[in-house]
């Protein structure tokens, strides 16, 4: 199936022209981090095996890895029942972090007694990617 094909059977227009895009570790199946893809960042990923997202808050193409160098390697793609949602199952490379905090997983932290505590290993210092990496966290 041509990269084309493919793009126009997502339904971009559902969410306002990005879909989800969950990215899995493709040897454990572990979430690693939820993204969001138009239809420029889905092509593009599908032409170079490389995860490339569209980022919501800078409005373009984000380039996972681009300023870090933890960049994914695309096995699979898989779309759900209502063609607006995707599964990426990549292969993280670089520090082996996927999130801008410095942890493997974006999901590093478990609802307990009513509180978000942290049940992780911090991975690296985001601190090492210079002063304008990720985006702000949010008040916890």
């Given at each position: 199936m041509a990269t084309q094909e493919a793009s126009a059977a997502i339904d971009f227009d559902k969410n306002g022209g990005?879909?989800?895009a969950i990215a899995v570790d493709h040897l454990s199946h572990r979430v690693l981090t939820v993204a969001y893809m138009n239809r420029e960042a889905f092509e593009e990923t599908v032409a170079t095996g490389r995860a490339c997202y569209f980022s919501r808050s800078r409005?373009?193409?984000w380039r996972k890895g681009e300023e870090s160098g933890n960049f994914q390697i695309v096995h699979e793609i898989?779309?759900?029942c209502d063609h607006d949602a995707l599964v990426i199952a990549v292969e993280q490379r670089g520090?082996?972090?996927a999130c801008h905090e410095g942890y493997e997983s974006c999901f590093f932290r478990?609802?307990?007694?009513s509180g978000w505590k942290i049940v992780e290993d911090r991975k690296?210092?985001?601190a090492k990617y210079g002063p304008g990496y990720g985006h702000q966290s949010k008040k916890r």
């Open positions: 990005v879909v989800a409005n373009r193409l898989r779309i759900d520090d082996g972090v478990v609802l307990e007694d690296v210092d985001p």
